[in-house]
Structure formats: C-alpha cells, structure tokens
C-alpha cells in the first residue's frame, strides 16, 4: 500500500513568498521499525520536534504553506543529504569523505537519538535504507522544490522558514558569563543561505513577539539551508530554532501549561514572517 510522505497544508490563495517547513516533526512510528529498535517507544521519541508543527500550523490563514513531515526523525532525517548513509548502520555503505555527522550517527538513517543512544542492535541492509529514502525523502523534497518554485513563479523570490525545536540545555554553552539565554536562534549558515535583509525581518518579527533571539549558535542550519538557500537568486533559507521548554514538558514529551499561549503568540509570529513575502501592494491593500 501506498503511504503518504507529507503532510501538505495550502492556502486558499497565496499572498507571500514564505514557505514554511517542518522535517523533523514528524510522530508516525511504523510498527516494524518500533518492533526492530531496542529503545522503548519513549525514549525513541527524544529526536524529535515535537508539535512544531502544530505551533506552525497558522500558516496558511496568512497564505503561505505548510509542509510537515509524517515519519519521525529516528526513522529517517529529511535534513540530511539523501547520500548522508553511516556505514556504522547500513550494511554496505560507504562513505568517502569525513562527514562529523555521520560519524556522530546522525545520518540520513540515524544511528543514534538524542544523548547519542543507540537505536539498532546491529546493522540494517542497504536496500531497507533506499527504501525509507525513496517512500519519505525524495517525495518530502519534491514536493519542498515545487512549493519554492512557485514562490519564485509567483513572487520573484522564496523564503523558506526551516522549522525546528531545541532542547533547553542545548543552549546552555552559549548562556554563560551574564549572557542571556536566547530562546530562539536563527541559522543562516553565517549569511550563506540567506539576505541580511531577509534575516534581520525575521529576527524583529520573533523580537516583536517579546522573544529573545540568537543567530548561528549553536545552530547555524544543516542540509536544507545549505540546499535551498541561494540569496544571490532571491531563494533564501532560515532555520529557525525554538526552546522546548517554552511550550512542552521535554521528559514526558507532551505540550505543557504554557502551549495554548505560547501557540497564540506564534499566531502574531507567523503573521509578521508572511508579512515579509508579501509584494508591497498586497501590504498596502490590507492596511
């Protein structure tokens, strides 16, 4: 049977450039993969986003889509190179240069979740590997080139909003000596994926919204952002990263007190990153 990849949300009309995407929160565990893996279904859990699309999910009310993973990171890692194979996991693989996610097991097929715990007892074949890319990724990835396609066809530009979460102790190096902890940090890859422009807009829209914000540590973007943003073509490309502890209870991995509200502000968010694709005229006209 046919499964589906992705989930696709449109607008009834789109007013913007901005794309909005979410590869790592996906929470569809096949059961032969929760059969295959020696971690509880848990603990499994711990790779990923969880609910990011869910705080995203306004974005086509200001007409800009949304594409949202189904499979969870653990199974397959929509933000990594579709040759990123760890030969350490996939049976046959080989890699030719030194890749520190790979050897971190954190390939296309991970290795590893969170705390670097192991998720196989040994290796998986090849052709299982293909598989899981050729069902998820290829498909997640079509379906991300044509909605900035027709950006680019509609608006003369695209500005893919790369959507992640962190982990609230992932941040705690760079919170030290009196500075304060941002609680969201934009990854431009140190401006190669995207305008100064571009990048400062999205900043003040998360400022607006009363939130602290960081850039490019400790995450400056992985393979999406490098794939996808071209600012010399008008593509550009920001991952955006959100403190969990914001919105969900990271242990139990479930939405906290503060996720209706917290969902609420990142409606005014969203608005104002919509705002930043719109044509000039269209702005206007809403006034």
């Given at each position: 049977?046919?499964?589906?990849?992705?989930?696709?949300?449109?607008?009834?009309?789109?007013?913007?450039?901005?794309?909005?995407?979410?590869?790592?929160?996906?929470?569809?565990?096949?059961?032969?993969?929760?059969?295959?893996?020696?971690?509880?279904?848990?603990?499994?859990?711990?790779?990923?986003?969880?609910?990011?699309?869910?705080?995203?999910?306004?974005?086509?009310?200001?007409?800009?889509?949304?594409?949202?993973?189904?499979?969870?990171?653990?199974?397959?890692?929509?933000?990594?190179a579709a040759d990123e194979l760890d030969p350490a996991l996939v049976a046959g693989a080989r890699s030719a240069t030194h890749n520190p996610r790979i050897?971190?097991?954190?390939?296309?097929?991970?290795?590893?979740?969170?705390?670097?715990?192991?998720?196989?007892?040994?290796?998986?074949?090849?052709?299982?590997?293909?598989?899981?890319?050729?069902?998820?990724?290829?498909p997640y990835h079509a379906c991300l080139q044509g909605l900035l396609d027709e950006a680019q066809a509609g608006f003369g530009e695209s500005i893919l909003?790369?959507?992640?979460?962190?982990?609230?102790?992932?941040?705690?190096?760079?919170?030290?000596?009196?500075?304060?902890?941002?609680?969201?940090?934009?990854?431009?890859?140190?401006?190669?994926?995207?305008?100064?422009?571009?990048?400062?807009?999205?900043?003040?829209?998360?400022?607006?919204?009363?939130?602290?914000?960081?850039?490019?540590?400790?995450?400056?973007?992985?393979?999406?952002?490098?794939?996808?943003?071209?600012?010399?073509?008008?593509?550009?490309?920001?991952?955006?990263?959100?403190?969990?502890?914001?919105?969900?209870?990271?242990?139990?991995?479930?939405?906290?007190?503060?996720?209706?509200?917290?969902?609420?502000?990142?409606?005014?968010?969203?608005?104002?990153?919509?705002?930043?694709?719109?044509?000039?005229?269209?702005?206007?006209?809403?006034?």
């Amino acid at each position: 049977m046919p499964v589906d990849a992705y989930r696709l949300y449109r607008p009834e009309r789109s007013t913007t450039s901005v794309v909005f995407s979410s590869p790592h929160s996906g929470r569809e565990y096949p059961w032969a993969f929760l059969r295959q893996t020696v971690l509880d279904e848990h603990t499994i859990r711990s790779s990923e986003d969880a609910f990011v699309d869910m705080l995203f999910s306004d974005a086509p009310t200001h007409g800009a889509p949304l594409i949202a993973a189904i499979a969870p990171r653990a199974y397959i890692d929509l933000n990594r190179a579709a040759d990123e194979l760890d030969p350490a996991l996939v049976a046959g693989a080989r890699s030719a240069t030194h890749n520190p996610r790979i050897s971190a097991g954190l390939g296309v097929i991970p290795r590893v979740v969170a705390n670097a715990r192991a998720i196989y007892r040994g290796k998986i074949a090849q052709p299982e590997a293909e598989a899981r890319i050729d069902t998820y990724w290829r498909p997640y990835h079509a379906c991300l080139q044509g909605l900035l396609d027709e950006a680019q066809a509609g608006f003369g530009e695209s500005i893919l909003i790369d959507c992640h979460s962190m982990p609230r102790d992932a941040i705690d190096t760079i919170a030290t000596g009196g500075k304060q902890r941002p609680e969201v940090v934009l990854g431009d890859r140190f401006g190669a994926s995207a305008g100064p422009e571009v990048v400062e807009r999205i900043e003040a829209a998360f400022r607006s919204a009363g939130l602290r914000v960081g850039r490019n540590a400790p995450f400056a973007g992985a393979y999406i952002t490098k794939c996808y943003g071209r600012p010399a073509h008008r593509q550009h490309a920001v991952q955006v990263e959100i403190d969990r502890s914001l919105y969900m209870d990271e242990a139990a991995i479930r939405p906290n007190a503060q996720f209706a509200d917290f969902r609420r502000l990142m409606q005014s968010v969203i608005a104002d990153l919509a705002e930043i694709g719109r044509p000039r005229e269209m702005s206007l006209a809403a006034e």
